[in-house]
Nanobody
Framework: QVQLVESGGGLVQPGGSLRLSCAAA??????????MGWYRQAPGKQRELVAS???????NYADSAKGRFTISRDNAKNTMSLQMNSLKPEDTAVYYC??????????????WGQGTQVTVSS
C-alpha cells in the first residue's frame, strides 16, 4: 500500500508557528517519491497551492505564504515539510501534501495525503 502520511497540524495562536510533515511510504514495496508541494483548503473554498517545488530544486510560494512559510524535503527520509511562521487566522485550513510515487506494479501515480487541520485562533 502506497501512501502519504501527514502530521503536525493543530491549534495555534496568531503569530505562532507550526511545522507540517509529510512522509511517503509503500508497505512491502520499493518505491520512489517526487514531492510536488503543499496545498490547503479552507471551508467553502477551493483547494489552493501554498508552496511547491518546481524544476527539481526551485521553490514556489503563494503570495499569502511568501516570507512566512518554508517548504523543504529530505530525500533520504522520503519526507517533505512546511515550516509555517507568523500564522494568521486566514491560514486556517486543512493542509494536504501532494507527491508522485513510483512502485513497480503501477509506475508513477499522483497521491494526496489525508490532510491535517491547521487552526489559527486566539
Amino acid at each position: 500500500q502506497v501512501q502519504l502520511v501527514e502530521s503536525g497540524g493543530g491549534l495555534v495562536q496568531p503569530g505562532g508557528s507550526l511545522r507540517l510533515s509529510c512522509a511517503a511510504a509503500a508497505s512491502g514495496s520499493m518505491f520512489r517519491v517526487n514531492f510536488m508541494g503543499w496545498y490547503r483548503q479552507a471551508p467553502g473554498k477551493q483547494r489552493e497551492l501554498v508552496a511547491s517545488f518546481t524544476g527539481g530544486v526551485k521553490t514556489n510560494y503563494a503570495d499569502s505564504a511568501k516570507g512566512r512559510f518554508t517548504i523543504s524535503r529530505d530525500n533520504a527520509k522520503n519526507t517533505m515539510s512546511l515550516q509555517m511562521n507568523s500564522l494568521k487566522p486566514e491560514d486556517t485550513a486543512v493542509y494536504y501534501c501532494n507527491a508522485d510515487l513510483w512502485v513497480v506494479s503501477a509506475g508513477w501515480v499522483n497521491y494526496w495525503g489525508q490532510g491535517t487541520q491547521v487552526t489559527v485562533s486566539s
